[in-house]
């Protein structure tokens, strides 16, 4: 099961970051030094896709500009000496084949996920949500991808989360273990009341399907808030094909909330090169000033 193709759903409108959103697509919202949709990108290509579908909507167009060509200002910087600048801004846009898709209706993710029919075809294929950030020393989808490989069937992202964040994703009941940090899924329910939670284990970011999902998605009824949800489409699924989930080794950032694009600013910053040792040294300092405040 070669994984070649991924699909990002990037069509919300997030509300929960407004009104910085009002104008700017969430995932362009930079991260330090790039925006957030680029780490999502170099992710599917780490885990060896080929070819990346974007989903958006009409509000955007800023998506599709920074993963074109800028000939105009690669030109400028080119001719003010920049040379690393503009060989930055050029290998962007060759990261991956990178391309999009409009949602013309609000209709869910299941909806968003199965407008991408045409261009999945008869293989399986990758999701990776617009607002997650996983960091780990594997790329978490490379971690689904061997899952995949190894067990022949589709493979989810999970992670036991507390019972204040199960209710707002989707729990899961597992089964027997297949191999370190995989387990067989026998099914799993979205946004379930504590009396329906399935286990502690939600559903987190990541998915590797098969080209099965979407003649269930075309036939799934519209769940929760009234929209087609990917998590019952994929509940039928794991009830006629097997279905695995790893309980990932890595780092989760939800940036589509203020504080987890907060906290993932934070993190990534301290890592990086030209800001780290500063940043390090003013939460230090900044720290001993709130004890004496």
Excluded at 43 to 67: C, D, H, M, P
Excluded at 119 to 141: N, Q, R, S, T, W
Excluded at 249 to 265: A, M, P, V
């Amino acid at each position: 099961m070669r994984v070649r193709k991924a699909i990002i759903p990037a069509a919300g409108l997030g509300t929960r970051l407004l009104p910085n959103t009002k104008s700017i697509p969430k995932e362009m919202l930079p991260l330090v030094d790039k925006p957030v949709i680029q780490y999502i990108v170099e992710e599917a290509v780490s885990a060896g896709v080929e070819q990346v579908l974007i989903i958006t909507n009409r509000g955007k167009s800023a998506i599709e500009n920074y993963f074109d060509y800028a000939p105009d200002l690669e030109e400028r910087l080119r001719a003010d000496g920049k040379e690393r600048d503009a060989d930055i801004v050029h290998k962007v846009a060759d990261m991956a084949d990178v391309l999009f898709l409009r949602q013309k209706e609000t209709k869910g993710l299941g909806h968003a996920v199965w407008r991408a029919k045409s261009f999945v075809g008869d293989e399986p294929f990758a999701i990776l949500l617009g607002d997650d950030i996983m960091l780990g020393k594997k790329p978490v989808l490379k971690q689904l991808v061997e899952a995949s490989e190894a067990n022949d069937c589709s493979a989810v992202a999970i992670h036991q989360v507390p019972d204040e964040l199960i209710v707002k994703y989707s729990s899961v009941k597992l089964e027997e273990k297949l191999g370190e940090r995989v387990y067989r899924i026998s099914d799993m329910n979205e946004k379930p009341t504590l009396e329906e939670k399935l286990s502690q284990y939600a559903i987190l970011g990541r998915y590797v399907l098969t080209p099965a999902i979407f003649d269930i998605l075309e036939h799934t009824a519209p769940g929760r808030n009234n929209e087609i949800q990917l998590t019952d489409g994929m509940g039928t699924l794991v009830h006629r094909e097997k279905m695995v989930g790893v309980d990932f080794e890595g780092r989760r950032y939800d940036t589509g909330n203020l504080k987890g694009y907060l906290e993932s600013i934070i993190d990534f910053a301290l890592e990086n090169e030209e800001a780290g040792d500063w940043l390090r040294q003013f939460i230090l300092d900044k720290a001993e000033l709130l004890k004496k405040s």
